[in-house]
């Protein structure tokens, strides 16, 4: 049994079952009677899907019952989280901030902003202390770890530097004329230019945007501490998923490279929708079948290999031959 921690996190390339193998998880740890909460920025909405999930519950925590949501045996419950950027910025910076036009467009989902939003809000609840575990089931591929190894390029834009010119921003009635005092006469004749080419007040909202995000940047900057709790054992765990019927293990490869900085020892390399607990059993005597079996063998091998080469901690999980995605979460639950 794999120890459970403060923040799980899985990740992988696209459709590998991130978010079917996270929900299982959060299943999985329910039924033990731990106080789970399953976060996802999965912009497929999967776990809408699985969990029947209305959407207009976005951006709100929403209890999910054994039988209700899932019908399943036993009596547990857990919390989901359907992530919406836009609701977690207003939670950070009131309700006004997104009649700003261009956070309206930053803060859709794949927006731009979903990664650090991610953060902040996998942030709050950690600090909130409701859930024993926060399962946070990320998006396809390399970008959200390269968000969490660029997060230097968001502490230099929170620098010193900016930071007379936004003092000046937020100071006063007049922001946005002190703003504009501030610039040097070439900075004017460029944003006077794009204010053209951009049409009327692209400018000030532009302006206006860095100041909302600079007044928030303590909520920013804090979230970004998250990653030492990802790179701590005794905090995280990570899943590293991949699938044998993808065959992506070098972009399984890739996803390690790039997350060498965080990956300490309790990374899991989870290799799911695996046949061979199936082909184990499965022995026809007549020749092509046997070559097939011998096929599938071979390419689960392969995965395998790869593997024991590159993990010490490896975790199986079958083929599941329905397509209800419930029976899918609940047989997969049984696995951890
Ligand atoms: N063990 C399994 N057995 C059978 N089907 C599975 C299994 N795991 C996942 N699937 C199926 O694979 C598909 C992709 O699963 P899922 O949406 O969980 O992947 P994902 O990695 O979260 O995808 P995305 O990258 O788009 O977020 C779904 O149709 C799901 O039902
Ligand atoms: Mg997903």
Same mark, same amino acid.
């Given at each position: 049994m794999i120890g459970q921690k403060k923040l799980e996190i899985f990740c992988g390339t696209g459709g590998v079952g991130k978010t079917t193998l996270a929900t299982s998880r959060a299943v999985a740890l329910a039924v033990k009677g731990h106080k789970v909460l399953l976060i996802t920025i999965d912009p497929a909405k999967r776990l809408k899907e699985i969990l029947k999930?209305?959407?207009?519950?976005?951006g709100m925590v929403e209890t999910i019952s054994s039988k209700t949501h899932? /019908?399943?045996?036993?009596d547990f419950t857990f919390d989901a989280l359907l992530m919406s950027p836009r609701e977690t910025f207003k939670r950070i910076g009131?309700?006004?901030?997104?009649?700003?036009p261009i956070l309206k467009v930053l803060t859709?989902? /794949?927006?731009?902003m979903n990664e650090i939003l991610a953060l902040v809000e996998v942030d709050y609840h950690l600090s909130q202390n409701n859930y024993e575990t926060v399962i946070l089931d990320t998006p396809p591929g390399k970008h959200f770890i390269d968000f969490l190894e660029s997060s230097k390029n968001i502490k230099l834009f929170f620098k010193k530097i900016y930071l007379d010119i936004f003092n000046h921003l937020k100071s006063g009635k007049k922001q946005r004329k002190l703003f504009t005092a501030l610039i040097s006469t070439g900075i004017k004749k460029l944003l006077d230019l794009l204010d053209k080419v951009t049409g009327a007040h692209f400018v000030t909202e532009f302006i206006e945007t860095i100041g909302i995000v600079y007044s928030n940047k303590e909520a920013f900057i804090k979230a970004l501490e998250i990653q030492e709790t990802l790179k701590t054992r005794e905090l995280s765990n990570w899943f590293l998923v991949t699938s044998v019927d993808h065959k992506k293990i070098s972009e399984a490869g890739d996803i390690r490279e790039k997350a060498k900085s965080f990956?300490?020892?309790?990374?899991f390399f989870v290799i799911n929708r695996s046949w061979s607990p199936y082909l184990a059993q499965w022995h026809p005597k007549e020749a092509n079948l046997a070559k097939i079996r011998g096929t599938l063998w071979n390419r689960e091998r392969e995965i395998m290999d790869f593997a024991e080469k590159n993990y010490i901690n490896i975790l199986q999980f079958g083929e599941i031959f329905s397509l209800l995605p419930e029976d899918q979460v609940c047989q997969l639950a049984k696995g951890w």
């Open positions: 999930l209305s959407e207009d519950q976005a899932l /019908n399943m045996e036993g009131g309700e006004n901030v997104i009649d700003n859709r989902p /794949n927006g731009g990956l300490h020892e309790d990374t």
